[in-house]
């Protein structure tokens, strides 16, 4: 965006040093305290950005060099953009994941090895589940019908 021409002295980029003096003569009688009604400060301030803009704009080689940074923060922010859409986000939340405890994941993901007392309770587990399908199974299909 241009600010200091555009939205400050309002005139064209391509505008010549005659209508940046035009627009400065102008606004330099609106805002300059001695004969604005603005307040004290606001005139002020806007007079002292009015005097930048001015002395940037007036001055060939400050001019182009305004251009050219303003045309680098331009490109600037397009391979931005650019670079923000070529990014796959779901991978960039998983790069960026952490695991945060609770009272279920108190291990942050990881398994807890099984002592020697849960693995005989769970073999023991394991042992009546097979039985349990072993009695359905002769029930099923050895049993005779009444």
Known sequence: MDVFRRLFLGVEPKADIEEIKAAYRRLSKEYHPDTTSLPLREASERFIRLREAYNVLSREESRRFYDWTLAQEAESRRLQQLRSRLEDPYQQDLDSYQSVP????????????????AMTALTIDIGIIIFCVFCLIYAVFFKEQY
């Open 102 to 117: 609770d009272m279920v994941d108190r291990l942050g993901g990881r398994n807890m090895d099984l002592s020697d007392q």
